[in-house]
Nanobody, 128 residues
Framework: VQLVESGGGLVQPGGSLRLSCETS????????IGWYRQLPGDRYKREAVAALDLDGRTKYAEAVKGRFTIYRDNAQNTLYLQMNNLLPEDTGVYYC?????????????????????WGRGTQVTVAS
């Protein structure tokens, strides 16, 4: 399984970004996939942002509800995170992660340390 993120950058508060995660090796498995972030100065913790399962169910962290949207383009094997109304506290390294098992979106948000596959991350900086 390979996950490759892109789309990060510098954006002003209130702006938008769309992150992409190109996936390979997940086509025939039962899995969940999601976005996580590592905040500045928090080197060892990756907090959940949003998760999506094969049936299209989604779940979001409270901090991003109503601002971020997770969705997938199955034809292109790509996961997206549309981020609107960005805040300075959204600054961090954003990772795409997948767990190849019969887990649900709640599990994905609650157990980031147990997730098996990770991309290398993309930096998002929200500043004036």
């Amino acid at each position: 399984v390979q996950l490759v993120e892109s789309g990060g950058g510098l954006v002003q508060p209130g702006g938008s970004l769309r992150l992409s995660c190109e996936t390979s090796g997940l086509t025939d498995e039962r899995y969940c996939i999601g976005w996580y972030r590592q905040l500045p100065g928090d080197r060892y913790k990756r907090e959940a942002v949003a998760a999506l399962d094969l049936d299209g169910r989604t779940k979001y962290a409270e901090a991003v509800k109503g601002r971020f949207t997770i969705y997938r383009d199955n034809a292109q094997n790509t996961l997206y995170l549309q981020m609107n109304n960005l805040l300075p506290e959204d600054t961090g390294v954003y990772y795409c992660a997948a767990e190849v098992a019969d887990v649900d979106v709640t599990w994905m948000l609650q157990h980031p340390t147990l997730i098996g596959y990770w991309g290398r991350g993309t930096q998002v900086t929200v500043a004036s």
